[in-house]
């Protein structure tokens, strides 16, 4: 009998022990998830943010360089881009903010059903806000890049015709010989040939 108790206390301090050591194993393994996911939502918003920047810049430089004078039926084309690009730049700008509350909410849940048994935990509104606002933005930037990409398309299938006369406007500006003397009209002789002064002998003393 004493022996059969001590077997089954054997047992159970087994088990007891590889419960713990599950659990740690999974409290260890769910902190490094979530640091791995919180250094890829991080590196996303940096991408998203520098990529949404260079196109805006470079959608500028593109107008100021190469298309200086744009053909007024893509004008359309190149504000709703910027519109676009603009709308993208503030939706992750909004993400920042809207994580930011996510992670404050969560705190502030977790303080709750802390102390309140009874606590039911609500969802999380911010965070649906943060996944919103990061599909958002994709779209966004990603629908600029199209409008910009037509605006681009068509000013350099149309840019043959400016940058040919910005070509001959710069050779006619170029060394033009001077015009040949006119001729002397038939009422007038033309005037004799001066002769050149003679030097006077110095006299000698």
């Not at 077997?7 to 409290?27: G, I, K, P």
Request: with cysteine.
């Amino acid at each position: 009998m004493l022996n059969g108790c001590r077997l089954s206390t054997v047992a159970d301090e087994e088990l007891h022990d590889t419960a713990q050591n599950a659990h740690a194993l999974y409290l260890d393994e769910r902190k490094q998830l979530i640091d791995a996911a919180r250094e890829s939502a991080r590196t996303f918003d940096k991408a998203v943010l520098a990529f949404g920047s260079a196109v805006f810049g470079f959608s500028i430089a593109f107008v100021k360089d190469i298309a200086p004078k744009p053909a007024p039926s893509t004008l359309n084309w190149l504000a709703a881009s910027w519109l676009l690009f603009s709308l993208g730049l503030l939706a992750i700008l909004l993400s920042f903010l809207f994580s930011h509350r996510a992670c404050m909410f969560e705190i502030e849940a977790g303080e709750n059903a802390l102390v309140k048994r009874d606590y039911k935990r609500k969802k999380n509104p911010w965070s649906i806000a943060t996944n919103w606002s990061n599909g958002l933005c994709v779209a966004f930037l990603f629908m600029g890049l199209l409008c910009w990409s037509v605006f681009a398309l068509q000013n350099l299938s149309q840019g043959d015709t400016p940058m040919n006369e910005v070509q001959t406007s710069t050779e006619k500006k170029g060394y033009s010989p001077p015009p040949f003397p006119k001729p002397p009209s038939q009422g007038q002789t033309p005037a004799p040939p001066t002769a050149p002064p003679t030097a006077r002998p110095t006299p000698r003393k």
